[in-house]
């Protein structure tokens, strides 16, 4: 099962350029997360800094008791062996097959006979649909193609932490609704905690347990799907709403005197409740997600220290999947 990641004050600077300061957050074990944020803030950094990549001058990465920024780097090298990673780039070699891509790190990091190797590879390569394709160079498949080899690439190792930068880019709509399917029906087969990075609404709005969001050097907001989903802060609205009105210009920010003006604008004034689509299920025939039942208690217990309307999205949520019907909701005193 999935492990647990705990960020403790994180500060990461290149130079004088400091890209973020004081991120702390906890990716709860088996749950899915995704992480959004405009161009240039910091995602792909985080990511790195999260498998010790990269040594952010404060702050502690936590996972199993090491501490992939200070801790020895023989701990880290096997902590690391724990993640799958799914760059940005998809980063495969390309005068090698498929297959031989996605094998690449089982004869790299383990000492398996070659029979086995390739039953988990043809394994891999059936869970992302790529059946077929294995003896093709990465230059002769299509783009959604070297997504999902990118993706079976970091699942050989059996990973209990997938990280995934960007998995949609360059993908068509159609490709990023069974993408976001696939990541679903992954962490359902593997209950890996899994920490998604995207530009794209519909996998932030189906796919994630947890939604967090970077700007301007801070972590403005990491939680329960329903508080990033219902929230009045105008970078996330904008954001969400793929509005040019709000905090976030084309080079990251806006200068002070275009804010002010769009202020006494009503343009960018959206009154409307916005609407929470459910996150999707595993496809038929798989087993439940077993971060289900786990995150249903964590978040129903520190509900009290939500803002009314997630409290409200979160109890809408339960109420609905009735699936569950020795749910009992506390009582939260205050409030709706
Ligand atoms: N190794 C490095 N040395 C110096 N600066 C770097 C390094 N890696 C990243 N940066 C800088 O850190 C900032 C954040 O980069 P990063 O790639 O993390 O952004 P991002 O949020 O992933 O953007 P995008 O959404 O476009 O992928 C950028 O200004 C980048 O130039
Ligand atoms: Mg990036």
Request: glycine share 8%; with cysteine.
């Amino acid at each position: 099962m999935g492990i647990e990641v705990v960020v403790e004050g994180l500060t990461m600077s290149f130079g004088k350029q400091n890209i973020w300061q004081d991120v702390s957050l906890t990716l709860p074990a088996g749950e899915v997360s995704v992480m959004l944020g405009p161009s240039g803030t910091g995602k792909t950094v985080f990511l790195k800094s999260l498998i010790g990549l990269l040594k952010p001058q404060q702050g502690r990465v936590l996972i199993n008791g090491v501490d992939m920024v200070r801790s020895p780097e023989r701990d880290i090298y096997e902590t690391r062996k724990l993640f799958g990673l799914m760059f940005q780039d998809g980063a495969l070699f390309g005068s090698m097959s498929l297959f031989d891509n996605i094998a690449f790190p089982l004869r790299e990091h383990t000492r398996k006979r070659e029979s086995e190797i390739r039953r988990i590879v043809m394994e891999r390569i059936e869970l992302v649909g790529l059946l077929g394709a294995e003896d093709k160079l990465p230059g002769e498949i299509s783009g959604g193609m070297r997504k999902r080899a990118g993706l079976a690439r970091a699942l050989v190792l059996d990973p209990q932490i997938v990280l995934c930068d960007e998995p949609d880019s360059g993908l068509d709509p159609v490709r990023t609704a069974y993408l976001s399917q696939l990541l679903i029906d992954l962490n359902a087969r593997i209950d890996a905690t899994m920490l998604i990075v995207t530009h794209n609404l519909d996998i932030a709005a189906t796919v994630p347990d947890n939604m967090g969001m970077f700007f301007r050097r801070r972590l403005v907001t990491f939680g329960p799907r329903e508080v990033l989903l219902t929230s009045d802060e105008p970078v996330v609205t904008q954001f969400l709403a793929g509005r040019r009105e709000g905090p976030i210009g084309m080079s990251e920010e806006k200068d002070a005197a275009l804010l002010a003006a769009e202020a006494v604008s009503p343009a960018d004034r959206s009154t409307e409740p916005r609407v929470i689509v459910p996150q999707l299920e595993p496809s038929p025939g798989l087993p439940p997600r077993a971060a289900v039942t786990r995150r249903r208690e964590r978040v129903l217990g520190m509900l009290d220290q939500l803002p009314p309307a997630a409290r409200a999205a979160i109890r809408d949520t339960y109420a609905r999947s009735a699936a569950a019907p020795t749910l009992t909701m506390p009582a939260t005193g205050s409030g709706s």
